[in-house]
């Protein structure tokens, strides 16, 4: 599974507003409103079904998709 470091997303796209403008250009038929958006950031979760329109609009922007993903496993204190 792909996990995102939801607060580095925000950081990079200047907040909810940011990233919803960002999607518009590259996702125009996403569907979502400012306040569902907004609430990624509260929860610090973006929904499964959208992290592939998140990564693609960031590879879109110049981004490289690896710069927002986390890897548990390099973060686990546990040894291999």
Known sequence: MVKLDVSHV???FGGPKGLLECLDRHQPDHG??????QM???R??????MVMA???SAEREGHCCTEFMIDDEELSDDEP
């Not at 610090?44 to 079904?49: E, G, Q, V, W, Y």
């Open 40 to 42: 990624w950031l509260q």
């Open 10 to 12: 925000f950081r990079v």
């Open 54 to 56: 998140v990564l693609y």
């Open 32 to 37: 979502l409103t400012y306040p569902t958006v």
């Open 44 to 49: 610090r979760s973006i929904p499964t079904k």
